[in-house]
């Protein structure tokens, strides 16, 4: 096996975004600057409390009030500042497209598109629940960037003895039905024992993950629901200077997975050397994956799958 001088893992940016306040879509708090950075974003991850704590203040409460614990309304706090804020778009796309419509049939059903959705958005409902009726009117909607349409996963924050037992978790329960009638992913942690785990090394963290019982932490499992949400895949090359892996989108081909790495690569593509990760391990080294046949030839039409290393072979 490889002892590379330097290994270059896949790469996908969390980033923590603070400032969202009710009122948000028209300045208050953050205001603009908040709802700009979520457009940044692929994916959004939503953060909702499903505990109890009284040394712990909800985040609309202050030192004279006692706010109760309520996930779902924090998060129809937050999905209507974002639906707001789309609302505001689409109907400047609705007035451009209304004006550029005169005589334009393109136009005039852009606008009727967008005014279908305005309805929808403005009964405050999300983007991502609308159902457009062709994939053409989909697609274009997609063109708006709204905010409201990015999937979404909601991390369900809990104690740890409401972690230890979620299906008992009243808070939970209601995250899970919500995100089970949107179609969105639910993912059940416990942010005090990453907390613990992030501070462990290597057998220590494998020794507590498997005294709870688990076989991931939340931030592993919380980037492979990301991956898998935003239908994305790794595969990696390998050689003495550098094993890397390479984040691609499911259903990629050989010849674009190559240009990845570099755009010669793809336009003088002719094979791909494919094994799986898994039967790389299990032959522990080329030499014997080949003994063994188990180093393909592929061309141009095979579609690289999640975990395969890939040797490129081209000529420019």
Not at 9 to 26: M, R, T
Request: one cysteine or more.
């Amino acid at each position: 096996m490889y002892h590379p001088k330097k290994k270059t893992p896949a790469v996908i940016e969390f980033v923590d975004i603070a400032g969202l306040v009710k009122g948000a879509s028209q300045g208050a708090g953050l205001g603009n600057k908040f709802l700009e950075n979520i457009r940044r974003t692929d994916a959004i991850v939503h953060v909702v409390r499903c505990f109890d704590d009284e040394n712990i203040m909800h985040v609309v409460a202050d030192a004279s009030t006692n706010v109760p614990v309520d996930p779902i309304g924090d998060i129809e706090t937050i999905d209507l500042e974002l639906i707001m804020a789309d609302l505001e778009m689409v109907n400047r796309r609705v007035e451009k497209a209304a004006k550029m419509g005169k005589g334009d049939k393109k136009f005039l059903h852009e606008a009727d598109v967008f005014k279908a959705l305005a309805a929808h958005l403005d009964a405050g409902k999300s983007a991502r629940t609308f159902e457009a009726d062709s994939k053409e009117d989909a697609e274009l909607i997609a063109t708006a960037d709204l905010l409201s349409l990015k999937p979404i996963i909601y991390a369900a924050n809990m104690d740890e003895d409401g972690f230890a037992d979620k299906d008992s978790n009243k808070y939970y329960k209601l995250v899970a039905d919500l995100a089970a009638k949107e179609g969105a992913e639910v993912l059940p942690i416990c942010a005090k024992l990453e907390q613990d785990i992030a501070e462990l090394d290597g057998d220590d963290r494998a020794m507590f993950l498997e005294e709870l019982g688990i076989e991931k932490s939340g931030l592993d499992r919380l980037i492979q629901c990301s991956y898998t949400l935003l239908g994305l895949i790794s595969f990696l090359t390998y050689g003495e200077d550098e094993c890397r892996a390479w984040t691609i989108v499911k259903g990629t081909k050989a010849p674009q997975a190559a240009g990845k790495i570099h755009s010669d690569i793809e336009r003088g593509f002719i094979r791909a050397e494919t094994i799986n990760f898994s039967e790389m391990i299990a032959c522990g080294s080329v030499a014997a994956a080949k003994e063994k046949g188990l180093l393909r030839s592929e061309g141009k039409d095979y579609v690289v799958k999640d975990g395969d290393m890939i040797y490129f072979r081209f000529n420019v």
